[in-house]
């Protein structure tokens, strides 16, 4: 019966991904970025633009985002 192959050795640079299974020192690694919350709302494509041009936001300053 063939055996089994030998796990990937865990780290920085060896291509591991991280996942439920995952038992191996996690100190030297960076942490995890925090959840990103806006202090407006994000205009929607179709509201009118916050310039005052009257065009819709995603024809005037949205072409470029």
């Given at each position: 019966?063939?055996?089994k192959?030998?796990?990937?050795p865990?780290?920085?640079?060896?291509?591991?991904?991280?996942?439920?299974?995952?038992?191996?020192?996690?100190h030297?690694h960076?942490p995890?970025?925090?959840?990103?919350?806006?202090?407006?709302?994000?205009?929607?494509r179709?509201?009118?633009c916050?310039?005052g041009?009257?065009?819709?936001?995603?024809k005037c300053?949205?072409?470029?985002?």
């Amino acid at each position: 019966m063939p055996r089994k192959p030998e796990p990937a050795p865990a780290g920085p640079g060896t291509g591991h991904v991280h996942g439920p299974d995952c038992n191996h020192d996690h100190h030297g690694h960076d942490p995890v970025a925090g959840t990103y919350r806006r202090d407006t709302p994000k205009p929607g494509r179709n509201a009118p633009c916050s310039c005052g041009s009257g065009k819709k936001y995603k024809k005037c300053h949205g072409a470029n985002a």
